[in-house]
C-alpha cells in the first residue's frame, strides 16, 4: 500500500506544481508588438528631424556670421596719399598750367600768331625766354610725376599682395565685397596715375613744337625791326 501510494502521489504533486506556472505565463501579441515598434521609430525620426534642424539653423547663422564678417584691411588710405601726392606736383607753378582759362590766356599772350610792328627786340627776347622756361619746366614737371608713380608703383605691389591675399582667403561675401572693391580701387589709382603722366608729358611735347614753330614768329618780328621800314638813308 505505501508503494501503491507513493506511485499515485508522484503525479498529483506534479499537477499541483505545474498548474501555478502555466497561470503565470503572459500572451505574446505580435501586432500590438509591431505597432509599439512603429512608434518608437516614428518618435526616433522626429527626433533626428529636429537634430537636423537644430544643425541647420546653427550652420545658417554661422554662414550669416561669417557674410557679415569685415575685411579688417583698408588699403584706401595709402591709395588716396599716393593720388594725392601725384596731384601736388601737377598743381605745382610748374609753367604753363593744366587750367582751361589760364593755359589759353597764357598761350595766347606767349605764343602769338604774329606780333605788331613795332614790338622792341627786348619785349621779343624776353616772351622767348619765358617760352623757353615754361617748356622746361613741364618736362621737369613730366619727370617729377614719373618719378612720383614709379614710387607708388612699389607700394602697388604690397597693397595688391595684401589685398589678393584677402581676397582669397575671405570668409564672407561682405570681406570678398571689400576687397575687390579695394582692388578696383588700386586700378582705378594705377589709371588716374597714368593719365595725370600722359597729360604733363603731352603738355611738355606740345610746348617743344609751339616752341619750334614760334621761333620762325619771333625770327620774322626781330627781322623787320633789324630791317626797319625799307626806306634807304639819305644824308642831309
Known amino acids: ?50 537634430i537636423q534642424s537644430l544643425q541647420n539653423e546653427a550652420m545658417m547663422l554661422t554662414n550669416m556670421g561669417k557674410n557679415l564678417q569685415a575685411l579688417g584691411l583698408n588699403e584706401l588710405g595709402p591709395i588716396l596719399s599716393d593720388l594725392d601726392q601725384v596731384r601736388s606736383i601737377v598743381n605745382q607753378p610748374f609753367g604753363i598750367g593744366f587750367d582751361l582759362g589760364t593755359t589759353q590766356a597764357q598761350f595766347g599772350q606767349y605764343w602769338p600768331a604774329s606780333y605788331s610792328a613795332g614790338t622792341s627786340n627786348t619785349m621779343l627776347q624776353a616772351d622767348g625766354l619765358t617760352r623757353w622756361s615754361d617748356a622746361m619746366q613741364s618736362f621737369l614737371q613730366t619727370l617729377s610725376i614719373g618719378a612720383q608713380v ?26 570678398a565685397t571689400q576687397a575687390t572693391n579695394q582692388l578696383l580701387a588700386l586700378s582705378t589709382k594705377q589709371q588716374l596715375q597714368t593719365q595725370s603722366l600722359l597729360a ?37
Do not use: C
Open 1 to 50: 500500500m505505501k508503494r501503491a501510494f507513493k506511485y499515485l502521489a508522484t503525479p498529483l504533486t506534479v499537477a499541483l506544481f505545474s498548474v501555478p506556472a502555466v497561470a503565470q505565463w503572459e500572451v505574446f501579441d505580435p501586432s500590438n508588438f509591431t505597432e509599439n515598434v512603429l512608434q518608437a521609430s516614428r518618435e526616433l525620426q522626429q527626433i533626428e528631424n529636429q
Open 150 to 175: 614709379v614710387r607708388n608703383v612699389e607700394n602697388d605691389a604690397a597693397s595688391l599682395s595684401a589685398l589678393v591675399g584677402a581676397s582669397q582667403g575671405a570668409a564672407g561675401n561682405l570681406e
Open 200 to 236: 604733363a608729358q603731352y603738355r611738355a611735347e606740345a610746348l617743344n613744337l609751339a616752341n619750334e614753330q614760334e621761333a620762325e614768329v619771333q625770327g620774322r618780328a626781330e627781322f623787320v625791326n633789324f630791317a626797319g621800314s625799307g626806306t634807304a638813308y639819305t644824308p642831309h
